[in-house]
């Protein structure tokens, strides 16, 4: 799985499912966060977001990264190229 680095984020469902995804925010750029609504990624467990926070979401990916996911890092990457 690749996350494409040009034209609008189109999600691949591994981040739905481990309860953050890629938004893009109102100035344009991209980032990390949790699901808020996590009924519609987590149906075993429909109240509860996966992670405390953003912050917590974003921190799981950068570890994903580090251990060697080529999509989390990918992930990262597309957000930091919105910052251009």
């Known amino acids: 799985m690749t996350i494409n680095a040009t034209g609008p984020y189109q999600p691949f469902g ?11 925010c109102d100035d344009g750029r991209l980032r990390i966060q949790r699901l808020d609504s996590p009924q519609d990624a987590r149906p075993s467990n ?10 917590a979401a974003l921190q799981y990916v950068r570890k994903r990264a580090a251990e060697g996911s080529q999509y989390h890092r990918e992930a990262l990457e597309r957000c930091l190229k919105s910052y251009d």
């Open 46 to 55: 429909p109240f509860e977001p996966m992670f405390p926070s953003d912050i």
């Open 14 to 24: 591994l981040e739905y499912d481990e309860g953050w995804a890629v938004f893009e």
